[in-house]
């Protein structure tokens, strides 16, 4: 089955130690979305690539960085994560056209704690 | 700025009805998405309204009135396993997705 896939679904690392999240995509669309999410709360859209090209939310931290080398995989890196970087963070793609509103399918998410 | 309002939680019994409202300002519209989000899982998506009126699946309708800003989720036939957040997201003038916070929903027996 064509889906989002997120590795991985649980992260543990260290006050200040980079790490990386990584999501890959067999549905061949050409957005790709990062999303943090806390408890009880929106998701909060970090950045997204429009095929290439890289948007960035006006208030993500510097801290956060994403790669998307080929259209199926994307990175998050968090450079040196806080306390407060500690949330599940979501995958997401869609297959956008200048007129177009396609749902965003999600992956299962990695959630992300900080020691 | 750009608001969407949902309840927090809402309560219901299994095999009853329930309806989720949603109300939003944006700058601009494009459709509006609900998601069920089960603890500790992604969102998935349940439907999509970009024109007035209600859009039918299974157990699960979607109501949207563009005039009013306000949609709402209904539920029939409640099962334990719609025991979840229920998130509503507007799709702006930009094409951005703007969320909600979710409506947690329990069943009870």
């Known amino acids: 089955d064509a889906m989002v896939i997120q590795n991985p679904r649980y992260q543990v690392t260290q006050f200040g130690k980079p790490v990386t999240l990584s999501c890959s995509q067999t549905l061949n669309h050409n957005v790709m979305y990062w999303y943090q999410q806390k408890s009880s709360q929106a998701p909060k859209l970090l950045f997204h690539y429009y095929d290439k090209d890289f948007n960035n939310e006006a208030d993500t931290p510097d801290n956060f960085q994403s790669r998307r080398p080929n259209t199926s995989f994307c990175f998050l890196d968090i450079r040196s994560p806080g306390l407060g970087d500690a949330a599940m963070y979501l995958c997401?793609?869609?297959?956008?056209?200048?007129?177009?509103?396609?749902?965003?399918?999600f992956g299962d998410g990695t959630r992300l704690s900080i020691l | 700025g750009q608001n969407i309002d949902q309840p927090t939680e809402m309560t219901a019994t299994e095999g009853a009805i329930v309806q989720i409202n949603c109300t939003y300002q944006t700058s601009g519209f494009n459709g509006l998405f609900w998601y069920q989000q089960h603890a500790g899982e992604a969102p998935t998506f349940l439907s999509y309204n970009v024109l007035d009126g209600l859009e039918e699946k299974g157990r699960f309708s979607s109501f949207l009135s563009r005039s009013k800003g306000y949609s709402y989720l209904l539920l029939k036939e409640l099962q334990m396993k719609d025991s979840a957040s229920y998130l509503c997201a507007v799709l702006d003038s930009n094409y951005q997705l703007i969320w909600g916070a979710g409506t947690k929903l329990i069943i009870k027996p």
């Open positions: 997401a793609t869609s297959r956008e056209g200048h007129s177009g509103a396609q749902p965003q399918h």
